[in-house]
């Protein structure tokens, strides 16, 4: 037999009291689970909502009369005017922002998996057309960059873009024209299918027709010419100013503007808070402590005669120690991994009531860190208490029943 | 002579508080003794014992243990005497509730760091000698406070101690199981045991082969009374 399954008969026998008092470890390790799993859940959600105010950066002819705005607002009124870029621009582009981004993530020692393209880039060729006698945007896009870019719209009716030859309508396009899906409509001289309705974005893309950037170009005589790229970088970390100074020393006849980061700001918020409410939770973690050294030392009171005949019986201070110690572990990976069961239950709960619709998972990658945690708080807590009870001497261990 | 205390006293609190519990006590033991030490409730009895056995340290005087002081020995130095030198053997049996009578007889070896396969051969031995080999796998609340009491006694003799200090072993037994204390304590002692023993009752004290008598901290009388025997 072995010192710790003699500590262990002894957990075992004192189950109730173990558990109450792994009850500050408990509350310390909840409250940290809670507040990263609700963290974590809501920084997914924030950058989910982030993704919809637009790409990270916007390139425009170096010369333009067009006054673009975030989400293009002033598109209304633009006289679309006669610059351009030339789309042989495109791979260039492609390859400064990627090798940038890359050397971003490296840079910052940040994870990433290299699949050859990493920024979504998407170009667009604004054109007016009269369809059925009114006046409406035609916008060519790059139908596969441009889902991946703008991936709040949703299709209301029909389907999306898959052909040269189809057309994806804004929805109040789609009732001005007073179309169906499957209509033929007419642009320029080509004739294209109306393939599917999106539905209400808010935004100018309400008001728009897309069709595939080569039909564009076709229909309205401008092969090669494209009005903006949008690129939009993937992560918050990603250095965008720097893709934009990249492609303004590289590329010749464009100007690449980095959106105001909204993200970096959001998320830096988010980070404030979190430190905020991890420093809440340390704090109770402390007074989970100053909780578990004042039960253990109650529970030494109570087993004063079991120290006194462990160490008649020939116990050292070490060995005294240790089986205080086994107790500790033994507070720490309970209190570890209820910690960790219900501060998951808790963010639940209670992730929901902070942030709308956000979706809670719990992380498994957590139990490990609770019970790290855990067990280094409750051996904190013990080393106090077990000290204490080392040192009581059997005389008066067994005078004080 | 395997235990000598010369000049002993253990006085508590201090002022007008003061105690003498151990009032310049002298006394020798010699290998295979088997002394009784009787005296009234409060007379200094058990503290003669701590402090004889290294539980308790004295005031003053010296407690010499086979040629070697004692009672200024630090912590560490005392654990190798508690765990070889002296057992002891308590009122109240002082068992540990959670471990079976098997495991209470092993815990000295545990903490000694025997290996598993000795420890047991040995607890099961001392068992067998104290007579409970049936009940090695109960717990202390499933044994009478006789079998108790003999597991306390196995315990105690499991590390093969030279001296063996029992306070009061048969104070809380029925006549009867404090008779099978008292031969345990007989036979022991025939086996060539040093035995120093408190007890209240005179007819388990007359087993003894020396007789202490104990008053306010003194002894008043240390006879020899093999007579009896
Ligand atoms: N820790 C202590 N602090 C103060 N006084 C003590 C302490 N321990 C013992 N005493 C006192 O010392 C004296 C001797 O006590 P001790 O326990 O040795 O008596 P005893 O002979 O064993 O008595 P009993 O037969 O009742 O067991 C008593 O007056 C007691 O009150
Ligand atoms: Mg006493």
């Given at each position: 037999?072995?010192?710790?399954?003699?500590?262990?008969?002894?957990?075992?026998?004192?189950?109730?009291?173990?558990?109450?008092?792994?009850?500050?470890?408990?509350?310390?390790?909840?409250?940290?689970?809670?507040?990263?799993?609700?963290?974590?859940?809501?920084?997914?959600?924030?950058?989910?909502?982030?993704?919809?105010?637009?790409?990270?950066?916007?390139?425009?002819?170096?010369?333009?009369?067009?006054?673009?705005?975030?989400?293009?607002?002033?598109?209304?009124?633009?006289?679309?005017?006669?610059?351009?870029?030339?789309?042989?621009?495109?791979?260039?582009?492609?390859?400064?922002?990627?090798?940038?981004?890359?050397?971003?993530?490296?840079?910052?020692?940040?994870?990433?998996?290299?699949?050859?393209?990493?920024?979504?880039?998407?170009?667009?060729?604004?054109?007016?057309?009269?369809?059925?006698?009114?006046?409406?945007?035609?916008?060519?896009?790059?139908?596969?960059?441009?889902?991946?870019?703008?991936?709040?719209?949703?299709?209301?009716?029909?389907?999306?873009?898959?052909?040269?030859?189809?057309?994806?309508?804004?929805?109040?396009?789609?009732?001005?024209?007073?179309?169906?899906?499957?209509?033929?409509?007419?642009?320029?001289?080509?004739?294209?299918?109306?393939?599917?309705?999106?539905?209400?974005?808010?935004?100018?893309?309400?008001?728009?027709?897309?069709?595939?950037?080569?039909?564009?170009?076709?229909?309205?005589?401008?092969?090669?010419?494209?009005?903006?790229?949008?690129?939009?970088?993937?992560?918050?970390?990603?250095?965008?100013?720097?893709?934009?100074?990249?492609?303004?020393?590289?590329?010749?006849?464009?100007?690449?503007?980095?959106?105001?980061?909204?993200?970096?700001?959001?998320?830096?918020?988010?980070?404030?808070?979190?430190?905020?409410?991890?420093?809440?939770?340390?704090?109770?973690?402390?007074?989970?402590?100053?909780?578990?050294?004042?039960?253990?030392?109650?529970?030494?009171?109570?087993?004063?005669?079991?120290?006194?005949?462990?160490?008649?019986?020939?116990?050292?201070?070490g060995q005294l120690i240790q089986v205080f110690l086994f107790e500790a572990i033994a507070i720490g990976v309970i209190g570890g991994i209820i910690g960790y069961i219900v501060g998951t239950i808790a963010a639940y709960i209670i992730g929901p009531l902070i942030f709308k619709g956000i979706v809670i998972r719990f992380v498994l990658e957590y139990l490990p860190i609770s019970l790290v945690l855990a067990i280094l708080a409750s051996i904190f807590a013990s080393i106090y208490p077990s000290f204490r009870a080392s040192r009581i001497k059997i005389a008066d261990a067994f005078r004080t029943l | 002579m395997i235990l000598e205390a010369k000049n002993v006293s253990k006085i508590y609190g201090d002022g007008t508080a003061k105690v003498f519990a151990l009032d310049n006590i002298s006394l020798q033991v010699n290998e295979g003794d088997y002394i009784a030490v009787m005296g009234p409730s409060g007379s200094g009895k058990t503290t003669l014992l701590n402090v004889l056995g290294g539980l308790d340290r004295p005031t003053k005087g010296e407690i010499i243990l086979d040629g070697m002081r004692i009672d200024n020995l630090n912590e560490n130095a005392l654990v190798n005497i508690r765990r070889g030198k002296i057992a002891y053997v308590f009122q109240e049996y002082h068992l540990i509730p959670s471990l079976t009578a098997l495991e209470n007889v092993m815990l000295p070896l545990i903490f000694s760091g025997s290996p598993d396969g000795t420890q047991k051969q040995r607890a099961i031995e001392m068992l067998g000698k104290v007579g409970l080999s049936r009940r090695a796998n109960h717990k202390p609340t499933e044994l009478s406070g006789g079998e108790q009491q003999r597991v306390s006694v196995a315990r105690a003799l499991v590390n093969n101690p030279t001296l063996i200090l029992a306070d009061e072993p048969t104070g809380n037994l029925d006549y009867n199981s404090g008779l099978e204390i008292q031969r345990l304590f007989d036979q022991l002692n025939e086996e060539g045991h040093t035995i120093l023993m408190v007890t209240h009752d005179p007819e388990k004290a007359s087993h003894a082969k020396r007789l202490i008598l104990f008053k306010d901290g003194k002894i008043v009388e240390d006879k020899n009374q093999d007579d009896k025997k």
């Open positions: 037999m072995k010192l710790y399954q003699v500590a262990l008969k002894e957990i075992i026998r004192r189950k109730i009291r173990v558990m109450y008092t792994s009850l500050g470890v408990i509350i310390g390790v909840t409250t940290i689970v809670a507040i990263l799993t609700i963290a974590l859940a809501g920084q997914i959600k924030i950058n989910d909502e982030l993704n919809k105010y637009g790409p990270n950066l916007m390139v425009t002819p170096a010369i333009s009369d067009i006054s673009m705005s975030l989400g293009g607002l002033s598109m209304g009124t633009l006289a679309v005017g006669e610059n351009y870029i030339q789309d042989n621009v495109l791979p260039k582009v492609r390859q400064i922002t990627d090798d940038l981004i890359r050397k971003g993530f490296k840079d910052r020692g940040i994870p990433f998996e290299d699949v050859g393209n990493i920024a979504t880039i998407a170009p667009r060729l604004y054109t007016n057309a009269d369809i059925n006698g009114k006046k409406v945007i035609v916008v060519g896009i790059d139908p596969a960059e441009e889902r991946k870019l703008r991936i709040w719209w949703n299709i209301a009716q029909g389907k999306y873009i898959e052909k040269e030859d189809e057309a994806l309508l804004g929805t109040h396009a789609f009732g001005a024209l007073k179309l169906n899906v499957g209509d033929t409509l007419l642009i320029g001289k080509k004739e294209l299918t109306v393939i599917g309705v999106l539905e209400e974005t808010a935004s100018i893309d309400d008001y728009q027709i897309f069709i595939p950037l080569k039909t564009a170009q076709v229909a309205f005589g401008k092969e090669g010419s494209i009005s903006t790229i949008d690129i939009r970088a993937l992560c918050n970390a990603c250095p965008v100013e720097d893709v934009a100074r990249g492609i303004n020393n590289e590329v010749a006849g464009v100007r690449a503007v980095a959106v105001k980061q909204i993200a970096s700001a959001e998320m830096g918020m988010m980070e404030k808070t979190n430190n905020f409410l991890l420093v809440l939770a340390g704090i109770t973690m402390i007074v989970g402590c100053l909780g578990v050294i004042n039960t253990m030392m109650t529970s030494i009171h109570e087993r004063v005669r079991e120290i006194g005949i462990m160490k008649a019986s020939g116990a050292s201070q | -």
